[in-house]
């Protein structure tokens, strides 16, 4: 699991990556379950996710409604399958309208960057 913390603030939301091997909706289920461990994690406005499995894509908005579509144009664009992608994002208060997509865009961008990073290590 490789988790990438405060890589995202903006009018007071901060965000948070995460990811890891994922094959299923269940295994996605039992990723959550361990990443929420973390209070942290636990206590997030949104933990929004997208998977591209065998049997086909797999996503959760969790309340930020079209965020689990866009983690999942990202994967399919760079060809990333059995691997979930979380973008976790705390709200601070004030509503970021159509830049939440954006960010939830540079978030996927930089888990997939220390991901190719880690790999080449």
């Not at 988790?3 to 965000?15: A, C």
């Not at 299923?24 to 289920?29: I, P």
């Not at 979380?86 to 997509?101: E, N």
Request: charged letters at 25%.
């Amino acid at each position: 699991m490789l988790i990438l913390q405060n890589i995202i603030s903006d009018r007071g939301s901060r965000y948070a990556v995460s990811g890891g091997p994922c094959a299923s909706e269940a295994e996605a289920q039992a990723f959550l379950t361990k990443l929420k461990r973390n209070k942290k994690f636990a206590k997030a406005t949104h933990n929004t996710w997208g998977l591209l499995t065998d049997d086909g894509p797999v996503k959760n908005d969790d309340g930020e409604s079209g965020a689990g579509m866009v983690i999942l144009r990202m994967l399919e664009r760079e060809g990333v399958t059995g691997e979930i992608v979380v973008v976790t994002r705390w709200y601070g208060g004030k509503h970021l309208g159509g830049d939440r997509f954006r960010h939830v865009q540079e978030a996927v961008r930089i888990y997939l960057e220390a991901r190719a990073e880690e790999a080449g290590a």
